[in-house]
């Protein structure tokens, strides 16, 4: 069965960096994207972008161009997405996401890490 | 990109149906065929209950449909349930490689 285990919560000042791990089990690593979405407390998905494991090409949200760097490695089953630059408005859980066999959906979610932003 | 249009809210009593919709523009929900719902419960990583407008992902059951028509897409569930008290949200693929979000929306069984 397909499992997505992420990192755990972090707390972070703004101005610094902060990097999620997501380790997947139980399918072919190199074989689907993986995508990364936030929500803040109360409030929709925003989904970041995308990564894929096979080549380490990635395409990020306009938004966070220049802000986020998604990469992979494929020896340990594991993707990561590094936020820099963190601001208040950062805080929120961040969940990594399979791309599913179609196009553009997601079929598989981490539990979520919350990442909190404050002085 | 803007996020795509949900009602905040939705309820209906158990047996009866629900319906979401999810307004977008030409440029996403109009132009792809790539709509998906999620489903998602407090404190709760989301669950994809509906993708490529109409399709279901194995488990999910049928009382889950979806379809669309110009810019707007439709989840409906038919014969409520208590355990279908969740927050739904669409999504659609925008071009460019870019994925939109509606705001959800909270269905509430009376």
């Known amino acids: 069965q397909v499992h997505l285990v992420q990192s755990g919560a972090e707390v972070k000042k703004p101005g610094a960096s902060v990097k999620v791990s997501c380790r997947a089990s139980?399918?072919?690593?190199?074989?689907?994207?993986i995508n990364w979405v936030r929500q803040a407390t109360g409030q929709g998905l925003e989904w970041l972008g995308w990564?894929?494991?096979?080549?380490?090409?990635?395409h990020l949200a306009h938004k966070f161009q220049g802000r986020v760097t998604m990469t992979t490695s494929s020896s340990i089953d594991t993707a990561y997405m590094e936020l820099s630059s963190l601001r208040s408005d950062d805080t929120a859980v961040y969940y990594c996401a399979r791309g599913g066999s179609g196009d553009y959906e997601f079929d598989f979610w981490g539990q979520g890490t919350l990442v909190t932003v404050s002085s | 990109q803007s996020a795509l249009t949900q009602p905040p809210s939705a309820s209906g009593s158990p047996g009866q149906s629900v319906i979401i919709t999810c307004t977008g523009t030409?440029?996403?929900?109009?132009?792809?065929?790539?709509v998906s719902w999620y489903q998602q419960y407090p404190g709760k990583a989301p669950k994809l209950i509906i993708y490529e407008v109409n399709k279901r992902p194995s488990g999910v059951p049928d009382r889950f449909s979806g379809s669309k028509s110009a810019n707007t897409a439709s989840l409906t569930v038919s014969g409520l349930q208590a355990e279908d008290e969740a927050d739904y949200y669409c999504s659609s693929y925008g071009g460019s490689n870019n994925v939109v979000f509606g705001g959800g929306t909270k269905v509430t069984v009376l």
């Open positions: 990564v894929d494991p096979a080549n380490g090409n990635t």
């Open positions: 139980g399918y072919t690593f190199t074989s689907y994207d």
């Open positions: 030409s440029n996403d929900i109009g132009r792809y065929k790539y």
